[in-house]
Structure formats: C-alpha cells, structure tokens
C-alpha cells in the first residue's frame, strides 16, 4: 500500500513530529519509508518498522489538503488495476488532477462524503474533465440541482468496488442525512463525521447530535488498529486510530464509545 500526502513540495524536510498513532496500524509496501506530516509535506519517520507485519495491499492512498477551508481531500488507487477515487474534492482541482497523472491513475468515481460545498466544490471540474461519476447518498443529493446532482445515488449500506479494492460503505447520519464513510483494507475515510480529537459538528441544516453519536459508535466496532482518515485537519495529526479515539477523542464519554 502506498501512502503518502501532496504538498507544495515534495522534496521538503521538516522536522519529525511525534509518533502517530497509525505507526502500529499499518502494513504498507516496503517502497513506502515516509510518514505524512500535518502540513501535507512529506518527513522521514519509522514506518519500516512495520516490515515486520509487512502484507502487500494493492492501494493508493493519496491525502490532499484542498480547498479555503483545506479539506483533506483522499485520492485512493488500485496499483494492479490503476483505477481510482476520489474522497470530496473541495478545491484545486489541478492539484488533484496532478497527482492521479503522476500515479498514473484512471479516475472512475467522485465519492462525496456529504454535500456541503466545502467538500464538493470541485466535483463539476473534475467530472468534465476526467468523465468521473459522482456518487454520493440519495439524501445528500437531495439538497442539490442541476450540474451538481449525482451520478449514483446511494441509499442503503452496501460496498462498492473500485478496481480491486471493495470498499464497505458506512450510512453515517449526524452531521448531515445522508453522511457517509468508507472502510477498506484497515483503512476508514470519515469525512466530517469523526476527526482526530474530536467530531463534526451538529448545528447545521439535517445534523443532529444523538444521531452522529450512535453513528460513531458503529464505526467503533471495527478493529482498533483502523486507521481514522478524517475530512479535515483538525486534530494534533492528520490520521489516527480507531483504538486511539475510544481513548482520547473529547466526544467518546458522551457518545459512549470511551474505553479508559
């Protein structure tokens, strides 16, 4: 598995920051050396370690922070197939489009966590320029019109499949209707319904916060190394665990996930 985040430079060092905690979760490709840092730059760390527990996964994980509101937006990839996704493009397009020419990836779905604009922004550009189809929940889609409506509709929690990769699709209501997340590979993309530290908010049009509690909770069921890949960059780093949230996140009391 290849995973690695898109910064202005990529050549740039900073200084390591301290552990995170997916350095216990993952199994990466033995290419990959590198450990993402919150600015999106790339900074040496001790993934080899994972060598030891080394399982060749054919995924692409691209993590991009996009947009005014700097959504993380997740190109993923099947590295036998090379076709791809993309998790809420909320912005600079190019910089996506980039990054799919540089990994050589065919770009098949615009998966929309949910329908505000901060994460889809970028939907029409890059369907008129790559012929992707965007998919997204039946009642997120029902909050837009004309060009920005979906493709696929989603209504129930069923997988979806890009190349070979299966992805299982959580229906995670809270924030808004239709919000959604997506598990493949020990890999949990989450969009604004969990960040790092904390979860989305509930004051807007269709959140509702009891709802976003018990659609956290499910998510807690998977395995405590998943890997927690979150909408934005809100927390101490930009990944975490599902193990490292029932201990840490300021919501796990009250949404009654907490494990001490």
Same mark, same amino acid.
């Given at each position: ?19 995170? *905690? ?17 600015? =999106? ?14 399982? !060749? ?7 991009? *922070? ?27 397009? !190019? ?6 020419? %540089? ?36 009642? !997120?889609?029902? +909050? ?13 929690? %069923?997988? +979806? ?8 699709? +959580?229906?995670?209501? =809270?924030?808004?209707?239709? /919000? ?5 590979? =020990?890999?949990? +993309? ?15 049009? =269709? ?17 405590? !190394? ?16 599902? /193990? ?8 796990? %009391?009250?949404? /009654?996930?907490?494990?001490?």
């Amino acid at each position: 598995m290849i995973i690695s985040a898109a910064g202005s430079n990529f050549n740039s060092y900073s200084p390591p920051l301290p552990e995170l *905690p997916l350095t216990n979760a993952l199994t990466v490709n033995r290419r990959i050396t590198k450990r993402i840092d919150k600015r =999106g730059l790339i900074s040496s760390a001790n993934l080899c370690l994972m060598e030891k527990t080394y399982v !060749e996964v054919p995924m692409i994980i691209r993590q991009l *922070p996009v947009g005014a509101w700097e959504v993380f937006c997740y190109i993923i990839g099947c590295e036998k197939t090379r076709e791809a996704l993309v998790i809420d493009p909320g912005g600079d397009v !190019e910089a996506i489009l980039e990054t799919t020419r %540089k990994e050589r990836l065919n770009l098949k779905y615009i998966f929309n966590t949910h329908h505000h604009g901060d994460h889809t922004y970028g939907n029409q550009a890059l369907k008129q320029m790559t012929g992707a189809k965007v998919v997204m929940h039946a009642l !997120e889609d029902d +909050f837009l019109r004309g060009p920005s409506k979906a493709d696929i509709r989603l209504t129930d929690e %069923k997988t +979806f499949q890009v190349g070979e990769i299966v992805f299982r699709i +959580f229906h995670t209501p =809270g924030h808004s209707p239709g /919000g959604l997340c997506l598990y493949a590979e =020990g890999n949990l +993309f989450t969009g604004d319904t969990l960040f790092v530290g904390d979860s989305g908010r509930t004051d807007l049009a =269709g959140g509702h916060r009891p709802t976003l509690g018990a659609s956290i909770r499910k998510l807690m069921t998977l395995p405590d !190394e998943t890997v927690v890949w979150p909408g934005h960059d809100y927390g101490p780093t930009p990944t975490s665990t599902i /193990g490292h949230e029932k201990k840490t996140n300021i919501n796990a %009391k009250e949404y /009654g996930y907490y494990v001490g």
